[in-house]
């Protein structure tokens, strides 16, 4: 069974970091491109990041570029999203997905809340 | 990238059919057989029921089904159910990897 679980949220301050995880399990974590999708309360979805199979190639939404790093650790069965310089308008739930031009499976998210 | 224009809400009764289109550009929605629909129930993640166009993983009711005519996809559920009521989203590759969801629609079942 795919599985795709996220941690790492919480409440930051404006300007902090945060680091989110997406452990992998149930299927061949390094054979396939992985994204970073979230969404803000009450608000529809917006994909953030991804990246393929061996990390070499990451692309990004335009708010997040050069703020926000997708990466893996194929070794570990993992995902990872470095967000740095937060904002207000980060807050969201992000999801990990697998997948590149569709999502087959998702996460069941993490909430990360900017307040100061 | 904008999103891919979806309207608010559709409803129908038990039995009926409900179609939601997502309306996008030739650059995305128009330029590529890529479109997918997502449900989502109100605190649940997301799940894929439609990919590239119109086709539906394994699992998902074949009373789900998808198309599209130039920039415009659409999704209709062919006699709705009560476990039908929930959020649908579309999404459309964009090219260079990357890709855009729809705004969003709320289906509610009468």
């Known amino acids: 069974e795919v599985q795709l679980v996220e941690s790492g949220g919480g409440l930051v301050q404006p300007g902090g970091s945060l680091r989110l995880s997406c452990a992998a399990s149930?299927?061949?974590?390094?054979?396939?491109?992985m994204n970073w999708v979230r969404q803000a309360p009450g608000k529809g979805l917006e994909w953030v990041a991804n990246i393929n199979q061996d990390g070499s190639e990451t692309y990004y939404v335009d708010s997040v570029r050069g703020r926000f790093t997708i990466s893996r650790d194929n070794a570990k069965n993992s995902l990872y999203l470095q967000m740095n310089s937060l904002r207000a308008e980060d807050t969201a739930v992000y999801y990990c997905?697998?997948?590149?031009?569709?999502?087959?499976?998702w996460g069941q998210g993490t909430l990360v809340t900017l307040s100061s | 990238q904008s999103a891919l224009t979806q309207p608010p809400s559709a409803s129908g009764s038990p039995g009926q059919s409900v179609t939601i289109s997502c309306t996008g550009t030739s650059s995305d929605v128009g330029g590529y057989n890529y479109v997918s629909w997502y449900q989502q129930h109100p605190g649940k993640a997301p799940k894929l029921i439609i990919y590239e166009v119109r086709k539906r993983p394994s699992g998902v009711p074949d009373r789900f089904s998808g198309s599209k005519s130039g920039n415009t996809a659409s999704l209709t559920v062919s006699g709705v159910q009560a476990e039908d009521e929930a959020d649908y989203y579309c999404s459309s590759y964009v090219g260079s990897y990357k890709y855009v969801f729809g705004t969003g629609t709320k289906v509610t079942v009468l």
């Open positions: 149930g299927f061949t974590f390094s054979s396939d491109w």
């Open positions: 997905a697998r997948g590149l031009r569709w999502s087959d499976y």
